[in-house]
């Protein structure tokens, strides 16, 4: 696998790791990673570092819902259009073309169900293209970017084998 | 007036040695806190499909004896399976599955092994070979590979230890545990020598799949040695799948038939429940492995530029999950320095010496653990070395 692909890999996997790290295990040395992330950065491939955070384990309210969009598209205005007005607002966490019955699936983030459907009922249903919105609220979440949330596999193994 | 009580034991029982590795494990087990790097199994659970299809298994009531050989759709995949190594076997008669690889061995060398036959085993090796052997009457040979080589075993070792004389010789590559590799080339060798003294080779290839810079190459595939060949393999360390038991042997059909004569009577057949596990691993798992495997070379290259960087000299080891490296400057003896290293940093390690003649000055380091335990025990032995 060439090493940016590579590099890729280990930053999804834990982006917290220290470079020399991550040069070790890919056997080059810590200033090419460097230079790699730079490029990996400039590109537009990596765009953030995130943790991946339980909410139900967090002491505070944290509400988020999955809401799908329906919209009509006329001469002017195409799906570029009514993505940029949806993204720039801070509730959206994530922003999607999708193919099926509905066009935009967003993800919705507050700190409360009523923060969340005033946010859709107030700035997403009156924009004029937007026919139509359904919002689902996420009860529970079990996985979520690759981490699994339960109890992983035991790890039953004896502390030293042959 | 007493009556003596004389041991039940077979003189066979009361001669086999406990191993090498126990003294560690009841260390290992007082201790808490401890970071061990001492383990021979994978870090990875068997891969859910595998799972899966052994639950369904168990739920459908499938808890039967199958046919002695195994399931024939399981040999079936088997022998298509292996044809990725250019291994090419009937499956009705050229394979037999087996409880775990472990099994495999010991069928062969009872199958193979007349009273006072000598069998050559390459060391450094897994510890079951020597025991296996002395279990099937025949006289184990040790033949020692040197660090020098990288632990590849060559025609030399072989005319050194005076392997002419053996009917059968054992082979694991990769190996456990040096994490050596042997290439096409330096298996010709071998075979050459196998060719010229007769001699029958017992494969053990139980890490094929776990090869990171080349593939794997069975000495079965070299001219003239399918013919003188057992290859052992299983789902153990590829998938897995250690506790489900379930290797296979491939081989002529003579020789498959006489370990499955013994097979019939001792073990009868292999566990149901695994064999369902192994036909879904092989149709479904490649995926899962090859993710496996791309973790473990990672986390090899990590281990290795570690232990180089802490100054013990630790060669390219190049499949498995095991490197090899020498203990550090002022430290001739891996036993004392694995049990200072476990009782002062609580970091398990096994001695070389462990693993037969060659192994001294070594420590075998496993690298089936997280990232997060290994970057721990490569800071715990960092200060260790640091420290004296």
């Known amino acids: 696998m060439e090493a940016k692909r590579e590099l890729l890999d280990l930053l999804l996997s834990d982006a917290r790791q220290s470079t020399e790290d991550i040069a070790r295990q890919l056997g080059v040395d810590a200033a090419t990673v460097e230079e790699l992330v730079d490029e990996l950065e400039a590109e537009g491939a990596v765009r953030g570092y995130q943790a991946v955070v339980d909410w139900d384990s967090v002491d505070e309210g944290h509400v988020r819902a999955e809401v799908e969009l329906n919209v009509e598209l006329d001469r002017e205005t195409g799906y570029e259009d009514i993505a940029q007005r949806i993204a720039k607002f801070s509730q959206v966490a994530s922003l999607r073309l999708i193919s099926g019955d509905y066009d935009f699936a967003v993800d919705v983030e507050g700190d409360s169900m009523h923060d969340v459907s005033n946010f859709v009922s107030e700035q997403i249903a009156p924009i004029p293209e937007v026919t139509q919105t359904v919002t689902h609220f996420v009860m529970r979440t079990y996985k979520e970017r690759g981490v699994y949330f339960g109890d992983g596999d035991d790890d039953d193994r004896l502390a030293v084998s042959p | ?388």
């Open chain 2, 1 to 388: 007036m007493s009556e003596e009580l004389t041991s039940p034991l077979s003189k066979r029982a009361r001669q086999t040695p406990p191993s090498g590795i126990r003294r560690f494990f009841e260390l290992a087990e007082e201790m808490d806190d401890l970071v061990s790097l001492g383990v021979g199994e994978p870090d990875f659970s068997a891969p859910w499909a595998a799972r899966t299809a052994a639950i369904d298994s168990l739920e459908k009531g499938r808890t039967s004896y199958t046919a002695n050989r195994g399931r024939r759709d399981l040999r079936e995949r088997i022998a298509e399976h292996v044809s990725r190594y250019d291994l090419h076997y009937d499956p009705d008669e050229e394979v037999l599955v087996t409880t775990g690889a472990s099994e495999g061995v010991d069928l062969a060398m009872r199958a193979l092994v007349d009273p006072g036959d000598v069998v050559a085993v390459p060391e450094p090796s897994y510890i079951s070979y020597g025991p296996t052997v002395t279990f099937a009457g025949g006289e184990p040979l040790s033949v020692r590979t040197r660090a020098e080589t990288d632990f590849v075993l060559t025609y030399d070792d072989l005319e050194r230890a005076g392997a002419a004389e053996a009917s059968v010789l054992v082979l694991c590559y990769p190996n456990n545990p040096t994490g050596a590799v042997m290439s096409r080339d330096e298996l010709a060798e071998v075979a050459e020598f196998a060719r010229e003294h007769d001699i029958f080779v017992l494969s053990d290839e139980i890490y094929a799949a776990l090869r990171y810079e080349d593939d794997h190459v069975s000495i079965a595939t070299l001219p003239g040695m399918r013919e003188r060949t057992v290859v052992f393999n299983g789902f153990s360390k590829a998938y897995a799948m250690t506790g489900l038991r379930l290797g296979y042997a491939l081989g002529p059909p003579e020789v498959i038939d006489g370990m499955n004569r013994i097979h019939q009577y001792t073990m009868l057949s292999s566990p149901t429940t695994a064999q369902y596990a192994a036909i879904e691993a092989l149709e479904s798992c490649d995926d899962a492995v090859a993710e496996m495997r791309t973790e473990f070379d990672r986390r090899r290259q990590f281990v290795i530029s570690r232990f180089n960087e802490l100054g013990m000299d630790c060669f390219e080891a190049k499949g498995a999950f095991y490197v090899f490296p020498q203990c550090p400057p002022g430290w001739e003896n891996d036993e004392e320095f694995a049990e200072a290293l476990i009782r002062e940093e609580r970091v398990a390690l096994v001695p070389g010496r462990v693993f037969g003649a060659g192994g001294e000055g070594h420590l075998r380091v496993s690298y089936a653990s997280g990232m997060r335990d290994l970057r721990t025990a490569l800071d715990r032995i960092e200060s260790f070395v640091e420290s004296r």
